[in-house]
């Protein structure tokens, strides 16, 4: 048998044997109070469990179809969206674009995606990108940009996407404005 319970953001999952108990003042009660006792529950009021085994689940896990490295979870997109409109639906999920913080995470998104918009962006200052919570974009992180890039063509690639298109493979700075899929992390507790 198993025992659901919420409070607040977490999930309990009680799992065990249960059975009948006989105490006295669970007798004396009316249905009704033995609601409120419970939650409301009242086929829990006369059980025990035994053995005991609990299983929580709580904001360390990722939500369906997300996929997890280390404490984070990952959401690639199927739809296409230019980048603020992909920011915005990673906002809506309680996350935003990813920040890639190693190499480790960068080739994790390689296989992921042959392209897709993070979180960087040069919109501020030309030439200089930032992460989306206002960090600087560094290759001392271990992280690498494609061949050539950024190379902000046509006057105009203030948006950071990620590429593994045949040997274009790393960071790149792309129009703001094109469709692309994207990547939304959220880190866990
Ligand atoms: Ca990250
Ligand atoms: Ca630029
Ligand atoms: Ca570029």
């Given at each position: 048998m198993a025992v659901l319970h919420t409070a607040g953001n977490e999930v309990t999952l009680e799992v065990g044997v249960y059975e009948e108990l006989s105490f006295p003042e669970a007798q004396e009660d009316t249905v009704a109070q033995r609601a409120s006792k419970t939650g409301?529950?009242?086929s829990l009021v006369n059980i025990t469990k035994e053995p005991n085994k609990t299983v929580v689940a709580n904001n360390s896990t990722c939500f369906l179809n997300w996929r997890r490295l280390g404490s984070s979870c990952y959401f690639v997109s199927s739809e296409r969206r230019n980048w603020d409109r992909s920011r915005q639906d990673c906002q809506e999920r309680g996350a935003d674009l990813v920040i890639i913080n190693t190499r480790e995470e960068q080739d994790?998104?390689?296989n992921l995606t042959?392209?897709?918009?993070?979180?960087?962006?040069?919109r501020e200052v030309e030439g200089r990108w930032r992460w989306?919570?206002?960090?600087?974009?560094?290759?001392?992180?271990?992280?690498?940009?494609?061949?050539g890039q950024p190379d902000d063509s046509s006057g105009g690639e203030d948006c950071g996407d990620i590429r593994t298109q045949d040997r274009f493979v790393g960071l790149n700075d792309a129009n703001c404005s094109v469709y692309e899929a994207w990547i939304c992390e959220r880190t866990t507790g």
């Open positions: 409301g529950v009242v994790f998104l390689h042959q392209a897709a918009w993070i979180g960087m962006t040069d989306v919570d206002g960090t600087p974009v560094t290759t001392a992180d271990g992280l690498f940009w494609a061949p």
